[in-house]
């Protein structure tokens, strides 16, 4: 065991240290299975000050180190390359719900579901909802700005997180809120720390609590499923549900080999699956002129072209669509071993010109690409199921994705919607950003961490960096690998 491994294991037993490589095998990815890196190390703090000694332990040593949730992320991002993986699941506990002021303060390992379970008997839910929210921890949604089917009309994480304690790299311990905002919750002044760090892929410092706002359920709920016979009619339905003014609380679509794999799993949700896309759509509130709101989108669903719309007559059949969505990557998993997901946002308006390209750009490179995405917000996840131990297959997928990524920046778009940057699309942020603008973001974090500890190599390439670039060029190579 080594000196660091050691000094971890006084902190927090040696049970919750990991250094045998076989045992570490399990943290080598995330949710993208064709990205894999093995960490040195990997240790779990119990408690609050464990956790906090563990950062400043690792301070001490001048140790990179990776925080992870529960590494559902999709962009690599809680990879931690020949260094110290610092997982957080042992931190689950809701550390107080408040039904009256509507917040509950959380460790960040606790499960996204879990919170809104817990938050049922009051009313109340956690608004933000990923698909994968019976898995990914609300540390996790913080570090990637999280959304979910339900944040077209209830906003990400940023809009429902009031308040964070935080120990930074060094082992400060700060406390950050969203600045000058009077929200009636007693947050607020000096500068919007919290709007900072949410979204900053665990690269400025580690979640310790943070309080979240909950949110009333709605009085009532009526979920649609429209399908199409052309994936351009669904894109040009949710332009016309946008432009009509109707603001649905979740609007998905799913195209035909999404539906195949769905309908053939245990996911099955009743999709019909010769449609060539299907789109759902809830729509929420309160009870009176719901119905109108539900008609209102049946009639420009028809309009654009739906060969049918089913409405779900209970909670159960509701249930059961949801899944079918939810679950859609899952199933996916059994058309091939690995997954390539991407996250492009793109104006709404160039939705069906986007998924006609995309679907050119497949058939150009041979590959299946199955679409489920957040239509109502422009948010694409093309997928490509593949095998990456098939070298040339890899190449296609890989050349297919970049294209599809290039085709989306020159539409106006950008390359995530909620996924983060990660690994995975650091080779993207050159294309996206200006030099001056990645220096501005070097220089924020140089703030929160300005030795670089905090999940190094990832989201801004190191070499954008303008005054790390010297001292890191000057150096051999460790854990900087490709990003700042
Ligand atoms: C099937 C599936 C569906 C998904 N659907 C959605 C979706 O609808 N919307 C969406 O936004 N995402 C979605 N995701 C992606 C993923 O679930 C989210 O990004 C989620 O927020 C990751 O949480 P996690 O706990 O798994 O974090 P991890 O994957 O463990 O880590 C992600 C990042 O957060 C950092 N991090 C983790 N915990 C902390 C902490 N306590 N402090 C500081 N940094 C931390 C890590 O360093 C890493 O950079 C989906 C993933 C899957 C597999």
């Given at each position: 065991?080594?000196?660091?491994?050691?000094?971890?294991?006084?902190?927090?037993?040696?049970?919750?240290?990991?250094?045998?490589?076989?045992?570490?095998?399990?943290?080598?990815?995330?949710?993208?299975?064709?990205?894999?890196?093995?960490?040195?190390?990997?240790?779990?703090?119990?408690?609050?000050?464990?956790?906090?000694?563990?950062?400043?332990?690792?301070?001490?040593?001048?140790?990179?180190?990776?925080?992870?949730g529960?590494?559902?992320?999709?962009?690599?991002?809680?990879?931690?390359?020949?260094?110290?993986?610092?997982?957080l699941?042992?931190?689950k506990?809701?550390?107080?719900?408040?039904?009256?002021?509507?917040?509950?303060t959380?460790?960040?390992g606790?499960?996204n579901?879990?919170?809104?379970?817990?938050?049922?008997?009051?009313?109340?839910?956690?608004?933000?909802?990923?698909?994968?929210?019976?898995?990914?921890?609300?540390?996790?949604?913080?570090?990637?700005?999280?959304?979910?089917?339900?944040?077209?009309?209830?906003?990400?994480?940023?809009?429902?997180?009031?308040?964070?304690?935080?120990?930074?790299?060094?082992?400060?311990?700060?406390?950050?809120?969203?600045?000058?905002?009077?929200?009636?919750?007693?947050?607020?002044?000096?500068?919007?720390?919290l709007?900072?760090f949410?979204?900053s892929?665990?690269?400025?410092?580690v979640?310790?609590?943070?309080?979240?706002?909950?949110?009333?359920?709605?009085?009532?709920?009526?979920?649609?499923?429209?399908?199409?016979?052309?994936?351009?009619?669904?894109?040009?339905?949710?332009?016309?549900?946008?432009?009509?003014?109707?603001?649905p609380?979740?609007l998905?679509?799913?195209?035909?080999?999404?539906?195949?794999?769905?309908?053939?799993?245990?996911?099955?949700?009743?999709?019909?699956?010769d449609?060539?896309?299907?789109?759902?759509?809830?729509?929420?509130?309160?009870?009176?002129?719901?119905?109108?709101?539900?008609?209102?989108?049946?009639?420009?669903?028809?309009?654009?072209?739906?060969?049918?719309?089913?409405?779900?007559h209970?909670?159960?059949?509701?249930?059961?669509?949801?899944?079918?969505?939810?679950?859609?990557?899952?199933?996916?998993?059994?058309?091939?071993?690995?997954?390539?997901?991407?996250?492009?946002?793109?104006?709404?308006s160039?939705?069906?010109?986007?998924l006609?390209?995309?679907a050119?750009i497949g058939a150009?490179?041979?590959?299946?690409?199955?679409?489920?995405?957040?239509?109502?917000?422009?948010?694409?996840?093309?997928?490509?199921?593949?095998?990456?131990?098939?070298?040339?297959?890899?190449?296609?997928?890989?050349?297919?994705?970049?294209?599809?990524?290039?085709?989306?920046?020159?539409?106006g778009?950008?390359?995530?919607?909620?996924?983060?940057?990660?690994?995975?699309?650091?080779?993207?942020?050159?294309?996206?950003?200006?030099?001056?603008?990645?220096?501005?973001?070097?220089?924020?974090?140089?703030?929160?961490?300005?030795?670089?500890?905090?999940?190094?190599?990832?989201?801004?390439?190191?070499?954008?960096?303008?005054?790390?670039?010297?001292?890191?060029?000057?150096?051999?190579?460790?854990?900087?690998?490709?990003?700042?």
């Amino acid at each position: 065991m080594t000196s660091l491994a050691a000094e971890l294991g006084r902190i927090v037993g040696d049970a919750h240290v990991i250094a045998r490589a076989t045992q570490l095998l399990v943290y080598r990815s995330d949710a993208l299975p064709g990205l894999q890196r093995a960490p040195a190390l990997a240790v779990f703090p119990g408690t609050r000050d464990e956790l906090v000694a563990v950062v400043r332990a690792l301070a001490a040593a001048g140790a990179p180190f990776v925080a992870r949730g529960a590494g559902t992320g999709l962009s690599g991002g809680a990879l931690a390359e020949g260094i110290t993986l610092l997982g957080l699941h042992r931190l689950k506990r809701i550390l107080a719900l408040d039904p009256i002021g509507r917040t509950a303060t959380v460790e960040p390992g606790v499960v996204n579901a879990t919170l809104t379970r817990a938050a049922a008997p009051h009313g109340l839910h956690y608004a933000p909802d990923p698909s994968s929210q019976t898995a990914c921890t609300i540390g996790g949604n913080i570090a990637e700005n999280a959304g979910g089917p339900h944040c077209l009309k209830y906003g990400v994480t940023l809009d429902h997180a009031v308040r964070a304690t935080v120990v930074l790299p060094g082992g400060e311990v700060v406390t950050l809120d969203r600045g000058d905002a009077d929200r009636g919750d007693g947050s607020g002044g000096g500068y919007d720390l919290l709007g900072a760090f949410i979204g900053s892929e665990g690269c400025f410092g580690v979640v310790v609590d943070v309080t979240v706002r909950l949110t009333p359920d709605p009085e009532r709920v009526i979920t649609l499923l429209a399908d199409f016979m052309r994936v351009r009619d669904a894109a040009d339905a949710t332009s016309r549900i946008i432009a009509a003014g109707v603001l649905p609380a979740a609007l998905e679509l799913m195209d035909q080999p999404t539906i195949e794999a769905v309908e053939s799993s245990v996911y099955a949700a009743g999709y019909p699956r010769d449609a060539a896309a299907v789109l759902l759509i809830e729509v929420d509130g309160a009870a009176a002129g719901l119905e109108d709101d539900a008609r209102e989108v049946e009639r420009l669903c028809r309009a654009a072209g739906a060969r049918g719309v089913r409405v779900a007559h209970d909670a159960s059949e509701r249930a059961r669509l949801w899944q079918g969505r939810k679950k859609a990557f899952g199933a996916m998993g059994r058309v091939a071993p690995h997954l390539v997901v991407q996250d492009a946002v793109v104006p709404r308006s160039q939705l069906a010109e986007l998924l006609d390209d995309i679907a050119a750009i497949g058939a150009q490179h041979g590959v299946r690409i199955c679409n489920v995405f957040h239509a109502g917000d422009g948010n694409l996840h093309p997928n490509i199921p593949y095998d990456a131990h098939d070298a040339g297959e890899s190449a296609r997928v890989h050349a297919a994705m970049t294209e599809i990524m290039t085709r989306c920046i020159e539409a106006g778009g950008t390359i995530t919607g909620e996924h983060g940057v990660g690994l995975d699309k650091l080779p993207y942020m050159e294309q996206l950003f200006t030099p001056d603008t990645l220096d501005a973001m070097c220089s924020l974090r140089a703030v929160f961490d300005p030795d670089r500890r905090a999940n190094p190599g990832k989201v801004v390439p190191v070499r954008a960096c303008r005054e790390w670039h010297a001292a890191v060029a000057a150096r051999p190579a460790t854990h900087d690998g490709g990003g700042a």
